[in-house]
């Protein structure tokens, strides 16, 4: 069964800094896509920032030049710096990946972590 596990929310100020983490674990062949996603109360799930398994990067305009996103294959993981955070970065983020489960079945199927908080005071 694969898991995502996410961790690095918290509590922060206005201009302040948050790394996320979130690391895949399982049996799975390989994962495409990695993503993070935010939802903040009352809004829909929107996507943050994304990276594909060659390192290609696309962002939210919202968080353009403040955000950056990276991946460590070796470690099936993805992280994503934040840079002058505002309040309305606050929300619950999601990790997200598109993870191919056999070998010889090139069917990708999508898993979401459980989320972390993400809180900036201003």
């Known amino acids: 069964q694969v898991q995502l596990v996410e961790s690095g929310g918290g509590l922060v100020q206005a201009g302040g800094s948050l790394r996320l983490s979130c690391t895949a674990s399982g049996r799975f062949f390989s994962i495409n896509t990695m993503a993070w996603y935010r939802q903040a109360p009352g809004k829909q799930r929107d996507l943050v920032a994304s990276i594909t398994s060659g390192a290609g990067t696309n962002y939210a305009d919202s968080v353009k030049s403040r955000f950056t996103i990276s991946r460590d294959n070796a470690r099936n993981t993805v992280n994503l710096q934040m840079n002058s955070l505002k309040p309305e970065d606050t929300a619950v983020y999601y990790c997200?990946?598109?993870?191919?489960?056999?070998?010889?079945?090139?069917?990708?199927?999508?898993?979401w972590g459980q989320g972390t908080q993400v809180t900036v005071s201003s």
């Open positions: 997200n990946a598109d993870i191919q489960n056999l070998r010889y079945i090139p069917t990708l199927r999508p898993y």
